[in-house]
């Protein structure tokens, strides 16, 4: 199995961690994309979407998008399942990792973040302000959802989840920039005991091959 990757996208960080916590081996490809590599043409060919991750499968068989691989894992190597099966506890688990997936780092990834400052020419500290609006934005919604549904010291219960596997990367991004998540106890008491976890501890931006500062 190969995963193209770059260290410090949460979609790739999402996906070491969730083959970490299956066990599943693979031979990692850093894809720079500070630098453009994801639009290289013989990169675009396999990701249209000009983004990380992908995984390649032995057989060939390719996935983009984190969460089409997120399920794609569940379903191939079920054990730990990270998607429950009972529905309702399904939805729960969608329904937090979707305030992540889809409300919060579609409007704060690289390439948004790229284009308020090189296309409409937002100043660094109105991109700043960007960020952190939409973090405490979705992180309020995140916090308010653990209190009413969530348990255990994961998100749902004592095994991680789908939405650990989000929730833990965006915490790491937000941290990053700088943004003050002091209100969200739930929040911050998941994501301390998270990186307590060896899966967790081994797919972080910092233990990638291709890390740096």
């Not at 219960?157 to 789908?162: A, F, V």
Request: proline share 5%.
């Amino acid at each position: 199995m190969q995963l193209y990757s770059f260290f410090n996208s949460s979609t790739s960080f999402r996906v070491r961690i969730a083959l970490a916590l299956k066990g599943i081996r693979y031979d990692y490809h850093g894809v720079n994309i500070r630098v453009g590599e994801q639009r290289q043409p013989e990169y675009v060919i396999h990701n249209p979407a000009k983004g990380v991750p992908t995984l390649v499968e032995d057989d060939g068989t390719l996935i983009t998008q984190s969460l089409a691989i997120l399920t794609w894992l569940d379903d191939r190597h079920s054990e730990p399942r990270l998607i429950p099966q009972d529905a309702l506890s399904k939805a729960r688990v969608l329904e937090l990792a979707s305030v992540i997936a889809c409300d919060m780092h579609p409007v704060n990834n690289l390439k948004v973040l790229g284009y308020l400052t090189n296309t409409l020419n937002v100043s660094n500290d109105d991109k700043t302000g960007w960020y952190k609006h939409w973090i405490k934005e979705g992180f309020d919604a995140a916090e308010a959802l653990l209190a009413k549904h969530g348990h255990g010291v994961c998100c749902f219960g004592d095994e991680p989840t789908l939405a650990d596997v989000c929730l833990i990367p965006q915490v790491a991004n937000a941290q990053r920039f700088g943004c003050d998540l002091s209100a969200y106890s739930r929040i911050n008491a998941i994501y301390e005991h998270c990186m307590t976890l060896p899966a967790f501890q081994q797919a972080a931006p910092a233990n990638q091959p291709d890390f740096m500062q």
